[in-house]
């Protein structure tokens, strides 16, 4: 019975690694996107300057990176649902033409993997200084 639960945690495990990688790859590649020109139009519709764009591209690639890092991931998925709820709140709210789908979804991720990788955002908060 122990084996059977200790091979469904390694799949589970598996799994989530999976969904991070991928989240990881879509944050990298869009962060980088964010830093073209690709975003410029829709950066000057939101109307509160290009540092935006940076800023949101660097916590993008920040994220990615950190969700493949053990200890970082929870903090970096939680990172990133943050980034995301800001990017729903400004595609429902800012934009003329908004579509809120894709954040919302990345959202819901990111938010998944925060939640199931808690237990290294408590280790990080509960270390005891070195």
């Known amino acids: 019975m122990a084996e059977h639960a200790s091979i469904g945690r390694t799949i589970g495990n598996g799994a989530l690694w999976t969904l991070q990688v ?3 790859a879509y944050f990298l590649y869009s962060g980088y996107l964010l830093f073209g020109d690709d975003f410029v ?4 519709e939101i109307g509160v300057g290009h540092w935006l764009r940076y800023l949101t591209a660097v916590l993008e690639i920040a994220g990615a990176i950190g969700l493949l890092i053990p200890r970082l991931c929870g903090l970096a998925a939680l990172g990133l649902a943050c980034v995301m709820i800001g990017a729903v ?6 934009l003329a033409h908004g579509n809120a789908v894709l954040p919302a ?7 998944t993997v ?5 237990d290294t955002i408590t280790a990080l908060l509960t270390r005891p200084n070195a």
Do not use: N, P, S
Not at 41 to 44: G, H, I, L, S, V
Not at 89 to 94: A, M, V, Y
Not at 105 to 111: G, N, P, R, T
């Open 114 to 118: 925060g939640w199931l990788r808690r």
């Open 89 to 94: 709140g400004t595609e429902l709210f800012l």
């Open 22 to 24: 991928l989240l990881a």
């Open 41 to 44: 139009q829709k950066f000057d």
């Open 105 to 111: 979804i990345l959202f819901v991720l990111a938010a």
